[in-house]
């Protein structure tokens, strides 16, 4: 097992930054790629970046790209989402999640393939 704590989220105006963290304790050294997705009230979790924990290969959803930065301390097995240029519409809870491996490649996008889920922390940006 493998468990995920959230931290870092607030309140914060557009054009701000936050920087959310996740802290895993467990059988970590079983992760294989670790990833942050969001959710809306009454929308679908979305993707917004993903990491390979051991070799820090990184991927990001449009949504991300050159906003956002995943990334990762080994030592402190604590995952990473600094987050810039903030819109309201990035307004949404933040979970991070955790997947082991698997016997094939799986895109770092897809929520089914995430075995361990954190409980999520609230962002909120302000117009």
């Known amino acids: 097992q493998v468990q995920l704590v959230e931290s870092g989220g607030g309140l914060v105006q557009a054009g701000g930054s936050l920087r959310l963290s996740c802290a895993a304790s467990?059988?970590?050294?079983?992760?294989?790629?670790m990833g942050w997705f969001r959710q809306a009230p009454g929308k679908e979790r979305e993707w917004v970046a993903a990491?390979?924990?051991?070799?820090?290969?990184?991927y990001y959803a449009d949504l991300a790209k050159g906003r956002f930065t995943i990334s990762r301390d080994n030592a402190q097995k604590t995952l990473f989402l600094q987050m810039n240029s903030l819109k309201p519409e990035d307004t949404d809870v933040y979970y991070c999640?955790?997947?082991?491996?698997?016997?094939?490649?799986?895109?770092?996008?897809?929520?089914?393939?995430?075995?361990?889920w954190g409980q999520g922390t609230q962002v909120t940006v302000s117009s």
């Open positions: 999640a955790a997947r082991l491996p698997r016997t094939v490649p799986v895109d770092p996008e897809s929520i089914r393939e995430y075995d361990y």
């Open positions: 990491i390979k924990w051991r070799i820090g290969t990184t």
């Open positions: 467990g059988r970590t050294s079983s992760v294989y790629a």
